[in-house]
Each structure stands twice: as structure tokens, then as C-alpha cells.
């Protein structure tokens, strides 16, 4: 086959692989898609090591199942497959309690999805139907979303503020509205913040020309949000986020910031009994569910892909993921 290989940082080459061999409770995808995440740039770039070259990124595939192994009960050669292409344990402490998203003996089947075929575990894969490949390719993130989601104890009625209105943000805000939350989506671009007004974001705040404060303030009565995501890398979105929050809400610190960077909290702030968590990964439930609500079209994915790659451009595609161009960008290593 052949893959986008990360042979050192910021260096793609595409090269011909022996194709990835299913164990006994695995199937393989041919990738019809694959989107592109930021820890993909932050790996390509060095700035994450967890991973480190030679390797073939990608995370987020929908496919073809073309053979499966021979425990595989679920899934047959033709079927039409979305998920998460790594395993977990089953037997550490967070798997045991229901939490494999945190499972600290988690390894990959094969290597990543910027290649024509992919292993996965069965029980990590969840079949489609009605929606496309790319926008299947969602639903790896969209998981992650919705632990967020989950996490944050989102409920009817809620505010919920969402800081950062990238890819992740606008599938925080779209998921936020299906449980009946009124949304805040928050950011210093017109132009993204014009995709969330598109999407069905209740309000908008450019937090270049206004006060983000003073505008949650105003939208609320006074109160804040009760809830606040933040869905960018960033210290000083998190020091807006906990301005933004009411008494006795949560605030999300979703996204990762890399390279690490401390954050300075006014303790005086959480005796407000104000909640600071985060959110990690996604569990089969969460996967499951992903899948689901994009094959039923509740949600729109497909308005957020901004670009669309060869498999042999995937060095391009994740240069332009670090300009932060776009919303969403897609590479399909077996064209339709």
C-alpha cells in the first residue's frame, strides 16, 4: 500500500508498505477518509513527542472493511466503517471503571490513516450507512466532543460559552444545542465566527472588537455562564474563560496546550464553587454514539471541512493545518 510516512520532522514521503495484517478481533479498512487533527501538525512538527518519526500519521479514518479477522463477528468484508484505530487494555484501573479513554497501556494496531489501509479493533469500529466517508471521518473527534460534553454536565436551559471556534468548538457548540443549551461561541476570527453563526450558534462574540466579559454578562442577566469549553490551545483563553463563568459552573479546559504552559489561577475564584476539569479521548460509548448521530444527519460536519487532499499532498495538507487555514481539512488516500 501506500503511506504518507513521517520519515523525520516536517519531511513526508510517500512510500510503498506491506499492507497491515488484521489480528483475530480486527478488521481492515480500505481509508476512503481521513481528517486531520492538530496534534497530527504538532507531531509532523516535533512540538509533540509522544510519537516520533519514522511513523505514518493520522487518526480519524472511515472506510471499507476488506477483510476481517477470524473472531470478528460484527463486521463483514463491503461494510462501511468510522472509529478509533487503537486498542485499550481492559484491565488497568481506568478501564475497569469504565474509562478506557484514559487507559495507560493504549497502543495502535497499525500504523496511522494517511495510507490506503488501516487495522482496527472491531470493538473500536462502528458501521454506517447513510452518510458519507468524509463526514464519517468526524466521528473519531465528534467522540471526543461528546466525552466533552458529557464531562461538562451540559443541560437543558444551560449557557454554554464556547471559547475557540475551530473544528472543535463548532462541533462543542452544535452538540451543546441537541441537549438543548443556548450557545456563546467566542473568537478573535470574523470569518470562523461567521461558520458558527451558519451552524445555528444562538450568539457570537469577536473578541478582537468587544469585550467578552461585559458581553456574557449582558446575555446572562448578570450571571455568566454556566458552563464554559474551551476549545483552544491557549493560556489566555483559558484566563478569559474562568472571567466568563458563573457561580457555581464549570469551566472545560478541553484543548491541550503545546508545548505545556502554566496557567495562574485566583484561587478566590473556585470558592465560588466554580469547577475546573478537563476532558481526555472518548470511550466506545461515546464512538458509538459519534457515528450514530452523523449517519442520522443531527449534525453538520460536512459545512466545516475547508480543504480537500490526495494522499499523495498530505505533506501540503498538514503544512497548511499549522497556518490554522480553514476549519477542517480532509485527506482522501482512495479517491471515490
Known sequence: MKAAVLTEYKKIEIQDLPNPVPGPNDILVRVMANGLCPNDYRIYAGIATWKKPPTTLGHE???????????????????????????????????????????????????????????????????????????????????????????????????????????????????????GARTVVLDLRPERLAVAEKLGADHTIDSSTADPVSKIKELTGGEGADKVIVAIGDSRAIDTALKLVSKVGSVNLFASINPPAPISVDPNLIHHEISLIGSYDKTRSDLRLATRIIDQGRIDVKSLISHRFTLERAGEAIELLGQSAGVKIMVNPNPE
Open 61 to 179: 479514518p472511515s472506510g471499507v472493511v476488506v477483510e476481517v479477522g477470524s473472531n470478528v463477528k460484527e463486521f463483514k468484508p463491503g461494510d462501511k466503517v468510522a472509529g478509533d484505530t487503537s486498542r485499550r487494555c481492559g484491565y488497568c484501573k481506568p478501564c475497569v471503571e469504565g474509562r478506557e479513554n484514559l487507559c495507560v497501556n493504549r497502543q495502535g494496531l497499525s500504523n496511522g490513516a494517511l495510507a490506503e489501509f488501516v487495522v482496527g479493533n472491531e470493538v473500536y469500529m462502528n458501521r454506517f450507512h447513510r452518510a458519507s466517508f468524509e463526514e464519517e471521518a468526524f466521528s473519531e473527534p465528534l467522540a471526543c466532543v461528546i466525552n466533552g460534553i458529557k464531562n461538562s454536565k451540559v443541560r437543558m436551559g444551560d449557557t454554554v460559552a464556547i471559547v475557540g471556534s475551530g473544528q472543535i468548538g463548532l462541533m462543542h457548540m452544535q452538540v451543546a444545542r441537541l441537549c
